[in-house]
């Protein structure tokens, strides 16, 4: 029986809420490094190239730095409380470009960053009263590792069906965005493990250990991938959409797995998971209508050029 392991949500937010800047700015300034020598393409060369650009350099230190304060946000809550607080990302990249531009956000954007803030502040306080951090078990660890296996193959059939083909450009984003899910989902099953080893005293080198290994050879895949998709991504894509996409989809891949594969809301009432699945509804409708005003932004500014 998986008991429960103390969590302290309030510390896990405000390290999720810090990691979502870091986010927020270091894709800023790669999409600023990529797209100054952008050519549509995304491979070694163009890599080491960017390796000799501040700018780039600069982001890739802050999404470091961003990725460390959610490993740590994860130690001290429930995956479905802190991931979805990466959400409030782009509202840190709508601030960061208006104060770039020295434009302020129009009404319809702040209309949705308010959508957005209310559904993820909802979303959150409701996870952190109903959710708990239980130990973690083999078959679980089996299970995340078979999700992420089915996902690598279904990404490689599109890729070999996509080759030579231009394909459209948001499933770039997707595809980070969804290997980003399974990144966090990793790291807290890797944490659960030595969490768990701890609350039960067992060190014995045996097979959970090897499959936590597995799990961080996992993290190291599905993490190389995430980095090298979001690098293409930003090639063909706006940063607005590139950040949109990625806390909307890397959030819900997240709590789907914590929900369905660590039980995090196990024994929660039934009205919790109504009001969760309402709160996360309006948070990313908040996204996505502010994904699109700044687009209609972008475009009548090009227009008005």
């Not at 659960?192 to 190291?220: F, K």
């Not at 690098?231 to 607005?240: D, G, I, K, L, M």
Request: hydrophobic share 60%.
């Amino acid at each position: 029986m998986p008991s429960t392991i103390a969590s302290f949500p309030v510390l896990g937010i405000v390290l999720a809420v810090a990691s979502a800047a870091a986010l927020a700015l270091g894709n800023m300034m790669q999409a600023r490094g990529v797209r100054s020598g952008a050519t549509g393409s995304f491979g070694a060369r163009q890599f080491f190239a960017l390796l000799r650009n501040g700018p780039w350099v600069i982001g890739a230190l802050l999404i470091g730095g961003a990725i460390l304060l959610q490993l740590a946000s994860l130690t001290f809550a429930p995956l479905i409380v802190v991931q979805p607080v990466g959400v409030v990302a782009l509202v840190f990249a709508s601030l960061l470009t208006a104060r770039a531009t020295h434009t302020k956000p129009s009404g319809t954007e702040m209309r949705a960053i308010a959508t957005s803030v209310i559904g993820v502040a909802a979303f959150v306080g409701v996870a952190a009263l109903v959710s708990t951090q239980r130990t973690i078990h083999d078959s679980q660890l089996i299970a995340i590792l078979l999700a992420l296996a089915v996902v690598l193959c279904v990404a490689i059939i599109v890729a070999v069906v996509q080759r030579g083909r231009r394909g459209p450009a948001v499933l770039i984003v997707i595809a980070a965005g969804v290997f980003s899910g399974f990144v966090a989902t990793l790291g807290k099953t890797v944490i659960l493990r030595v969490q768990t080893v701890l609350a039960e005293g067992d060190y014995r080198l045996d097979s959970s250990n090897l499959l936590t290994l597995a799990c961080l050879i996992g993290i190291a895949v599905s993490g190389g991938l995430a980095i090298y998709l979001v690098q293409r991504a930003h090639t063909v894509n706006s940063p607005e959409v590139v950040v949109g996409g990625l806390t909307v989809i890397d959030p819900f891949v997240a709590v789907v797995l914590g929900i369905t594969i660590l039980g995090e809301a196990t024994g929660a009432p039934f009205w919790s998971l109504l009001v969760l699945a309402a709160a996360g509804a309006v948070a990313v409708w908040g996204v996505i209508d502010l994904a699109r005003a700044q687009q209609r932004s972008a475009s009548d500014a090009s227009l008005g050029g």
